[in-house]
Structures are given as C-alpha cells and as structure tokens.
C-alpha cells in the first residue's frame, strides 16, 4: 500500500542512513537516486491519484513563505518497545511548527493519521541485523552533533520499491 509524505530531506545524515538501509534491503529505498535520511513533516498526506495542481501550489506556497533554518541531530534514541530508532533534530520546535502550519491548510491530514498524542520529531536509522540501539549508538555517537541545515521540503510517494520524489519545495523563496 503507497502513500505519500511531506519530509524534509537531511543530506548531512545521508550516509549514515543510506549505507544502514542499503545493507538491510529496504525496500522503502527512493527509486529515483534522492536523499534516504528525512525528517518526515506529515504523513500520510493527500493520496496520489488525488494530488493535483492545488495541492502542490498550496506546498509551494507554504515553504516559499518558511525561512530556511539550522538545527543539529545531537543524539541517538528510540521510541518506546520495538519502535524505530532515530537521531534527535534540536531544536525540534522547527519541525513541529512546519507540521502545525501544514495541519492548518490540510486539517484532514493529523500527523501519523492521529495515532500518537505526542508529536516526536525524528530522523530514523536502521537498525542492523542484530544490532541494538546501544550499537548505534556506538557506531554513530562520535559524529555528534551533526550541524544540518533545512532549504527544502519534498513531497514523495512511499511504496515498496517504488518510493520517488514527486515534487521539491524549497524554503524561503518569497523571503525578503
């Protein structure tokens, strides 16, 4: 089942990312080459074969207006029981308010369909096999904090071996 995302695509952290999941085989990997390592803003969004010019022109007028900005991924943690893990972006109000903004245009789309009270931003990273968040941690903790800045929001459909990016929004450009 295919849905599609807004994320924010965090080159910085590409590596770490894209060699973790090329290992394990994801089939979530982009088909089309682009970045691995995201914040995710909201999902699931607008479904594919609803998408039209609106909707894009509502994102492109969205992010125009949204100044780029600088954060650091400063930590390694992981949600609660078997949940994913995933490095910490500080400060995460930025991405919460990129998220609150969309759920003012598109009040249909909650974040994560509304499942969670909490809203976590968050850059998952596989696990490999057998590994724990312990080793991760380990693997990853000296490259810390990881200074990144965010320019650019993407729209993409989510789909086994068929994740591409469908449109890219970048930050600020009404921005006087």
């Known amino acids: 089942m295919s849905h599609t995302a807004v994320r924010v695509p965090v080159r910085e952290a590409e590596t ?16 089309d080459g682009s970045l691995m390592a995201h914040i995710t803003v909201l999902s699931p969004f607008v479904a594919e074969d609803q998408l039209d010019d609106g909707v894009i022109a509502e994102l492109e007028r969205y992010f125009a207006d949204e100044g780029q900005f600088g954060y650091e991924l400063t930590g390694v943690s992981r949600f609660p029981g078997e949940g994913p893990a995933y490095l910490v972006p500080e400060p995460g109000s930025l991405f919460r308010e990129l998220t609150q903004g969309l759920c003012r245009i598109f ?7 509304g499942r969670f009270d909490d809203l976590v931003p968050h850059l998952s990273v596989p696990l490999l096999a057998g590994e724990t ?12 904090p990881l200074e990144a ?18 449109a890219s929004f970048p930050f600020g450009s009404t921005a006087a």
């Open 149 to 166: 800045t965010a320019f650019t929001a993407t729209l993409v459909r989510v789909a086994e071996h068929d994740t591409r990016t469908i």
């Open 16 to 31: 770490i990312v894209r060699r973790r999941a090329l290992a394990n085989g994801d089939p979530l990997q982009p088909q």
């Open 133 to 144: 968040v312990d080793d991760l941690r380990a693997d990853v903790e000296h490259r810390l």
């Open 107 to 113: 009040r249909q789309f909650p974040p994560y369909g």
